[in-house]
Antibody
């Protein structure tokens, strides 16, 4: 079955960088768009960004535009999120999700998430 | 950006009761709306997409309706495993989520 496994989270100081990974299995990874969605502790969901099946198109939420970069390595079935210039408000669980639906703008399924804590 | 407002914030019901959750959009999203369920410590799960289509494996007690700016998720008879937080999400203009409705045991 489809599995998504995030990794790379941890505690990081404000202003520093981190790279999150999402290992995909159980489906033909290079056929599908992928997303990152985050959830601050005790809060709701926030879409972070999208990458098309081949990496040629990328879109980001306003709060991360210019600081976060999504990429993918289809040869490794892996999705990445490079997060830079981290702020306290970037503290969240970061989920990767497979694009679903005709335009792949719904999310199904989701990984279990990786926690990023920004703290001095 | 389309703002989605979910109500109520919390719904206190007993197993077997009917749950009606609302999601209102700040502008028309046509029928491009989904619902997700999230249990504590777990990732969200897609329940409904395109307003009323159940995702694979979702029980028939879950139904969605609405178009334009007003949408409803109905759980016809609550099972113990349905107590969770529910989020709506639109894909008509950007991608945004509502703030969630917690369905708790009364």
């Amino acid at each position: 079955q489809v599995q998504l496994l995030e990794s790379g989270g941890g505690v990081v100081q404000p202003g520093r960088s981190l790279r999150l990974s999402c290992a995909a299995s159980g489906f033909t990874f290079n056929n599908y768009a992928m997303h990152w969605v985050r959830q601050a502790p005790g809060k709701g969901l926030e879409w972070v960004g999208f990458i098309s099946y081949d990496g040629s198109n990328k879109y980001y939420g306003d709060s991360v535009k210019g600081r976060f970069t999504i990429s993918r390595d289809n040869s490794k079935n892996t999705l990445y999120l490079q997060v830079t210039s981290l702020r306290l408000e970037d503290t969240a669980v970061y989920y990767c999700a497979k694009g679903f639906g005709y335009y792949e703008e719904y999310f199904d399924p989701w990984g279990q998430g990786t926690l990023v804590t920004v703290s001095s | 950006e389309v703002v989605l407002t979910q109500s109520p914030a919390t719904l206190s019901l007993s197993p077997g009761e009917r749950a009606t959750l609302s999601c209102r959009a700040s502008q028309s999203v046509r029928y491009f709306l989904a619902w997700y369920q999230q249990k504590p410590g777990q990732a969200p799960r897609l329940l409904i997409y395109d307003s009323s289509t159940r995702a694979t494996g979702i029980p028939a007690r879950f139904s969605g309706s609405g178009s334009g700016t007003d949408f409803t998720l109905t759980i016809s008879s609550l099972e113990p495993e349905d107590f969770a937080v529910y989020y709506c999400q639109q894909r008509s203009n950007g991608l945004t989520f509502g703030g969630g409705t917690k369905v708790e045991i009364k």
